[in-house]
């Protein structure tokens, strides 16, 4: 398993934007695909955006898609989460995860994840 430290997030009105950033330790970062999610209140966690290992590819829920960008920088083990275009409907506890080699959008199949990220977008 990584360790994953998150960063960024907090309170911000609807139409701002927000940076999320989760640095990774204890495995060969360039190795492993990173993915997003969040979770609200009564709400199962969804997948929101996802990285291949060399960052060549990447995937979005339709619901951010055009909105969020996930972005990797390899030589800082860093993932980050640009948010633009904020809704209400985005506030979550929002998550990394890494998995080895191959991305995902199933939370599941992630072996490793962030101790999470509150985003609160007010209306």
């Known amino acids: 398993q990584v360790q994953l430290v998150e960063s960024g997030g907090g309170l911000v009105q609807a139409g701002g934007s927000l940076s999320l950033s989760c640095a990774a330790s204890?495995?060969?970062?360039?190795?492993?695909?990173m993915g997003w999610f969040r979770q609200a209140p009564g709400k199962e966690r969804e997948f929101i955006a996802a990285?291949?290992?060399?960052?060549?590819?990447?995937y979005y829920a339709d619901s951010v898609k055009g909105r969020f960008t996930i972005s990797r920088d390899n030589a800082k083990n860093t993932v980050y989460l640009q948010m633009n275009s904020l809704k209400p409907e985005d506030t979550a506890v929002y998550y990394c995860?890494?998995?080895?080699?191959?991305?995902?959008?199933?939370?599941?199949?992630?072996?490793?994840w962030g101790q999470g990220a509150q985003v609160t977008v007010s209306s």
């Open positions: 995860a890494a998995r080895p080699f191959r991305v995902s959008m199933v939370a599941n199949e992630y072996d490793s």
């Open positions: 204890g495995r060969t970062f360039s190795n492993d695909a």
């Open positions: 990285i291949t290992w060399n960052g060549g590819r990447s």
